[in-house]
């Protein structure tokens, strides 16, 4: 048998870097009238609750083979026709080729990994970065390639060369809440195309603007005119448009990547929830899943401005931030270079508030000046009370 010695190495290579936040934050939900502003959750009283246990019942009822024996890898057949011909644009012919559905987002960026990166990979990364991409790719050690998006001196060609991918979260990036603008699509997309570099689209909040119209997906920019078999690897996912639960995204992407990442997939679980499937299914062919959104984002868009006003009233000395057009999340940079956030997120706890400290989206763990912070989850006055405890929380740490 293994010593405790020779098994530590194995974990290891899982736990990485990881510093206590995350050990801090499985302790959190046990802490009596905390005002939890740190996950990414979208708040439950946005689930339709009697339409989805009628999808449900309907998916046993009328197709028991679907939603209880195993599915097909690929997905249901029937799924996949449904979010090609969702995704498809003028120019931009997807079929079910191009479609894979997996357990969640979350799985498509594990997958990708596991076909993609070899020990030590690089990655061009929008940074900083959302943490499940982190986790998911942390077993191959890869290095990061820091993609500046914002900076006028963005040359996306050579951020991409040698790289095994680009990573980015256009629509409402998880940590920041930033939008990409459509000049920077475009340039990202035509250096994948002249590189070879894939280009992967991560897409959990494309449906949450709540200011303007969606900008065009990098997806639909790679269309060439006919079957897609282009450079970008998108990832959509049912968790915000609907609930996380179900446990249902997609990846839409060359037919060759999916034929891989299909292998790689039976590897892992060898199909996705037949029943998440058949109500994902009927959720969006009823016209369910598009009929809820205008009062999410009514909903959300309250959130978004009571948070922001909370913090112009409380916050505006300690931080700066932009209010984001959409998405989940604000992203606020201490003013006082000496403020660590790590240490923040204890202080925070002990005033009764939770948000996320930058250090768990940097590859190097080396920011420890900014936070996350989620505006969906809370109630207006509940957010407007967490930003007070924060002020409270940051002054203390700052006196320290
Ligand atoms: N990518 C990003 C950027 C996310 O924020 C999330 C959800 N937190 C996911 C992927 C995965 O979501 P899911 O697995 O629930 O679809």
């Known amino acids: 048998m293994a010593s405790e010695t020779s098994r530590r190495p194995a974990f290891a290579k899982w736990l990485g870097?990881?510093?206590?936040?995350?050990?801090?934050?499985?302790?959190?939900?046990?802490?009596?009238?905390?005002?939890?502003?740190?996950?990414?959750?979208?708040?439950?009283?946005?689930?339709?609750?009697?339409?989805?246990?009628?999808?449900?019942?309907?998916?046993?009822?009328?197709?028991?083979?679907?939603?209880?024996?195993?599915?097909?890898?690929?997905g249901l057949p029937a799924l996949r026709d449904l979010i090609a011909a969702r995704f498809s644009a003028p120019g931009l012919l997807l079929s079910r080729e191009n479609v894979l559905i997996t357990s969640g987002g979350m799985q498509g960026l594990d997958l990708i990994g596991k076909v993609l990166l070899e020990e030590g990979s690089l990655i061009a990364a929008q940074t900083p970065a959302y943490l499940g991409a982190l986790d998911a790719w942390r077993?191959?050690?890869?290095?990061?390639?820091?993609?500046?998006?914002?900076?006028?001196?963005?040359?996306?060609?050579?951020?991409?060369?040698?790289t095994q991918f680009a990573y980015t979260v256009p629509?409402?990036?998880?940590?920041?809440?930033?939008?990409?603008?459509?000049?920077?699509?475009?340039?990202?997309?035509?250096?994948?195309?002249?590189?070879?570099?894939w280009l992967i689209e991560d897409d959990p909040y494309g449906t949450l603007y709540y200011d303007s119209a969606p900008l065009a997906r990098m997806l639909t920019l790679a269309a060439t005119g006919g079957a897609y078999d282009g450079p970008v690897i998108?990832?959509?996912?049912?968790?915000?448009?609907?609930?996380?639960?179900?446990?249902?995204?997609?990846v839409i992407a060359a037919p060759e990547m999916i034929q891989a990442l299909v292998m790689a997939k039976q590897g892992s679980d060898m199909s996705t929830s037949g029943i998440g499937q058949r109500i994902t299914l009927d959720a969006?062919?009823?016209?369910?899943?598009?009929?809820?959104?205008?009062?999410?984002?009514?909903?959300?868009?309250?959130?978004?401005?009571?948070?922001?006003?909370?913090?112009?009233?409380h916050l505006a000395d300690l931080f700066d931030w932009q209010t984001p057009e959409g998405g989940m999340f604000v992203w606020a940079t201490a003013r006082n270079p000496a403020l660590n956030t790590d240490h923040l997120l204890r202080a925070a706890l002990a005033n009764g508030t939770c948000i996320t400290p930058s250090s768990v989206f940097d590859p190097t763990g080396q920011n420890r000046r900014a936070i996350r912070i989620n505006f969906t989850f809370n109630p207006p006055e509940k957010l407007t009370e967490g930003i007070r405890r924060l002020a409270t929380a940051t002054r203390a740490c700052l006196a320290e």
């Open 139 to 162: 077993p191959r050690r890869p290095s990061y390639r820091p993609m500046r998006l914002d900076a006028n001196d963005f040359a996306p060609e050579t951020a991409l060369h040698g």
């Open 171 to 197: 629509n409402f990036s998880n940590p920041t809440g930033r939008l990409v603008p459509l000049a920077d699509r475009q340039a990202l997309v035509a250096a994948a195309q002249a590189t070879g570099t």
């Open 17 to 74: 870097d990881t510093n206590d936040v995350t050990q801090i934050f499985l302790s959190a939900g046990q802490i009596p009238g905390l005002i939890n502003m740190a996950g990414g959750l979208p708040d439950p009283q946005t689930w339709p609750i009697k339409a989805m246990s009628d999808l449900a019942a309907k998916a046993v009822q009328d197709h028991p083979t679907d939603a209880l024996a195993y599915a097909p890898i690929e």
């Open 234 to 250: 998108y990832l959509g996912t049912l968790s915000k448009e609907l609930a996380p639960g179900f446990r249902v995204g997609w």
């Open 284 to 313: 969006f062919a009823s016209g369910l899943t598009d009929s809820i959104l205008p009062n999410i984002l009514n909903l959300y868009r309250d959130r978004r401005d009571a948070l922001c006003a909370a913090m112009r009233t």
